[in-house]
Antibody, heavy 126, light 110 residues
Framework: EVQLVESGGGLVQPGGSLRLSCAGSGFTFRTYWMSWVRQAPGKGLEWVAIIKQDGSEKYYVDSVKGRFTISRDNAKNSLYLQMNSLRAEDTAVYYC???????????????????WGRGTLVTVSS | QSVLTQPPSASGTPGQRVTISCSGSSSNIGSNTVSWYQQLPGTAPKLLIYSDNQRPSGVPDRFSGSKSGTSASLAISGLQSEDEADYYCAAWDDSLNGYVFGTGTKVTVL
């Protein structure tokens, strides 16, 4: 079965750290860009970070730059999000998502997220 | 930070047609493709439309997408009770070097 399964969420104090994991199965993990998307309680979706197939390119939303690090281990079919200096506003369900690109006239354009995990809840509170 | 603007709510009776707008700018919708996601209560988002107007297999043809300039739209025709959900648009933003999501629209079936 093609799926993504997140883990590692929990309760952490402000200023603390947490590492999220996402295990992919049923597809060739190493051939896809992978991303993290979060959703604060009762709020909308917010894109957090994305990483290229080989880990050579990474992009982040401004609010997490310098605090969060996205990484992957293709041998383990796994995606990670290291979250440091956590703040109350980082409280959210964190989803792992697979990115796809579209081809038009022999050129490739990003993209969309065609596969999502069920999410893992991160609560930052004292 | 949401850069794409959607109406907070939309509603209709069963069988009606509902349209949701998504307004962006030249750096996102104006230069990249738009996707739409459906999120049922308590569940993960699900891809509904990609590449502006393409449906993944398994998505009913009641759902359709369109784009013009820096705006996009999602239409739901023949509205059904199971369509009650939150809907989000998204696109890559060349200026931000990241994805941006819409503010979200809650669809209610009256």
């Amino acid at each position: 079965e093609v799926q993504l399964v997140e883990s590692g969420g929990g309760l952490v104090q402000p200023g603390g750290s947490l590492r999220l994991s996402c295990a992919g199965s049923g597809f060739t993990f190493r051939t896809y860009w992978m991303s993290w998307v979060r959703q604060a309680p009762g709020k909308g979706l917010e894109w957090v970070a994305i990483i290229k197939q080989d880990g050579s390119e990474k992009y982040y939303v401004d609010s997490v730059k310098g605090r969060f690090t996205i990484s992957r281990d293709n041998a383990k079919n796994s995606l990670y999000l290291q979250m440091n200096s956590l703040r109350a506003e980082d409280t959210a369900v964190y989803y792992c998502a697979r990115e796809r690109w579209s081809e038009y006239s022999s050129s490739w354009y990003r993209g969309y997220f065609d596969l999502w995990g069920r999410g893992t809840l991160v609560t930052v509170s004292s | 930070q949401s850069v794409l603007t959607q109406p907070p709510s939309a509603s209709g009776t069963p069988g009606q047609r509902v349209t949701i707008s998504c307004s962006g700018s030249s750096s996102n919708i104006g230069s990249n493709t738009v996707s739409w996601y459906q999120q049922l209560p308590g569940t993960a988002p699900k891809l509904l439309i990609y590449s502006d107007n393409q449906r993944p297999s398994g998505v009913p043809d009641r759902f359709s997408g369109s784009k013009s300039g820096t705006s996009a739209s999602l239409a739901i025709s023949g509205l059904q009770s199971e369509d009650e959900a939150d809907y989000y648009c998204a696109a890559w933003d060349d200026s931000l070097n990241g994805y941006v999501f819409g503010t979200g629209t809650k669809v209610t079936v009256l």
